[in-house]
């Protein structure tokens, strides 16, 4: 699938996720430790958001996730606005041939494109875990996503902080199920 409508899928797919929290579900625990749900909405915005300028600057200034409160009163709106934001940058011709700096090291588009497409379809996952909300997860999104995250993060050597080493599922196993599972998450987390 072309990196651009994935990212724009996954966006969107997320945004439909978020749009359906319930406010008062907002502090709810997330499989993330130490994360809310509404902490996790700030991260993807702040993702999306940072994302976008390192193509536009060609640099990535990105607080962690504890950074800054990005998303107000309006969780939603905030996320669909980075969001949209992100795939602008991202679908603008010479995009993906630009060469950016990121907690990474240098990558082009191409291949930053995905780390954004990645953190926001997990993240979505999170939330449906934590707060209940009903949401398919398609394998024409999960499969290419899938793929990158056993490329770029091949245990135990290349793991950051906050992923965990792998979970065994079953064989046969939803690709959802694989994904998280690949990622140190339980398929079955629930609050």
């Known amino acids: 699938m072309d990196p651009v ?9 997320t945004g439909a996720i978020v749009d359906a929290i319930d406010p008062a579900q907002l502090g709810a ?14 991260h993807m915005v702040q993702g999306l958001t940072f994302s976008a300028a390192a ?19 309006d ?9 949209d934001a992100a795939v602008a940058a991202f679908a603008r011709p010479g995009s993906l041939e630009k060469v950016c700096a990121t ?9 930053w494109i995905n780390f954004p497409t990645f953190d926001v379809y997990t993240h979505g996952w999170d939330l449906v875990r934590a707060t209940g909300v009903d949401a398919p997860f398609p394998d024409e999104i999960t499969a290419p996503i899938l793929g990158f995250a056993r490329d770029a993060f091949p245990p135990p050597d290349r793991r950051v902080e906050v992923l965990g080493m792998p ?9 959802i199920d694989q994904l998280v599972a690949f990622l140190g998450r339980r ?4 609050a």
């Open 5 to 13: 409508l994935l990212l724009r899928r996954a966006v969107h797919h």
């Open 29 to 42: 625990p997330t499989p993330c430790a130490g994360w809310t749900a509404r902490d996790v909405v700030n």
């Open 55 to 73: 193509l536009e600057d060609g640099a990535l200034s990105r607080a962690g996730g504890d950074g800054p409160d990005l998303i107000g009163d």
């Open 75 to 83: 969780p939603a709106g905030a996320y669909r606005a980075a969001g």
């Open 103 to 111: 907690p990474a090291g240098e990558l082009p588009g191409t291949v």
């Open 167 to 175: 979970e065994d599922v079953a064989d046969g196993a939803p690709l």
């Open 187 to 190: 398929p079955d987390w629930k």
